[in-house]
């Protein structure tokens, strides 16, 4: 962004209306200092804003202000308890334990009920979400896994499963808690269905499970002593580094 475009958000006259496109496309080109600046202005003209709200606490996020993100996620439920499950979301990061059990299960619980009302000709839209769901209860299967809380890890388990039988993520963190309860055989079944979804894709894929999952991946097999699967994994990461 030039120095005139800076000096224009002190001197232009904008609506909140204008300024939210102007701060999500900073935060494509990864502009965060400036989107803030801007996202700033626009909740000193609208305090109550959700969109505003969850905005800057996303930009906060990506420069690590998180207190100030919690605030203004914290203010955007505050707002709007009922409606719009992203601020669960994010809250559920930036907590821990119990806290961010608690705000995933409400994000969850939102999307949801968002799920049951696509129509049946949304598919993508089903799709999309039912990957969001089954992500969060991901996460919420790592909390309780470190808890050793295995009773609510394999619930979880069997509600991701049944909302996205095609998640790469859930197969491997079932491998986790098989591993964890010393069932290997179960585990590396788990893995090799994990693998099996999404080995053959296309680089770039967006059903291809993120670089620190796959980091991940390749433990859990070495782990499991599938020397093989783990070295495919690790040359398909090679290769992504290398471009």
């Not at 203004?72 to 990061?93: C, D, E, R, T, V």
């Not at 859930?170 to 079944?189: D, F, G, H, M, T």
Request: proline share 3%; with cysteine; net charge negative.
């Amino acid at each position: 962004m030039s120095a005139t475009d800076k000096n224009n958000l002190k001197t232009v006259s904008y609506t909140v209306s204008d300024l939210l496109p102007k701060i999500s496309s900073l935060i494509d080109t990864c502009d965060y200092q400036l989107a803030l600046q801007f996202a700033k202005r626009a909740l000193s003209m609208e305090s109550n804003n959700i969109m505003v709200l969850e905005i800057l606490g996303m930009v906060e996020i990506e420069l690590g202000m998180y207190d100030d993100a919690k605030e203004h996620f914290l203010k955007a439920i505050s707002i709007s308890p009922n409606q719009g499950y992203s601020k669960y979301m994010y809250m559920g990061q930036l907590c821990e334990g119990l806290e961010a059990i608690k705000n995933f299960q409400c994000g969850v619980n939102l999307m949801i009920d968002e799920h049951k009302s696509i129509t049946s000709s949304s598919q993508d839209s089903q799709e999309s979400l039912s990957r969001k769901i089954s992500t969060a209860l991901c996460s919420m299967i790592e909390i309780y896994l470190t808890d050793y809380a295995e009773s609510k890890c394999e619930e979880y388990l069997n509600q991701a499963l049944e909302i996205d039988p095609i998640n790469p993520e859930v197969y491997q963190l079932l491998a986790s808690v098989r591993l964890s309860q010393q069932r290997n055989e179960e585990a590396k079944i788990a893995l090799e269905k994990s693998l099996s979804l999404w080995i053959n894709l296309e680089p770039g894929d967006p059903l291809i499970p993120s670089y620190d999952i796959r980091i991940s991946l390749v433990k859990l097999l070495l782990e499991l002593s599938q020397y093989t699967q783990a070295l495919s994994v690790l040359e398909i990461l090679q290769k992504e580094n290398d471009q």
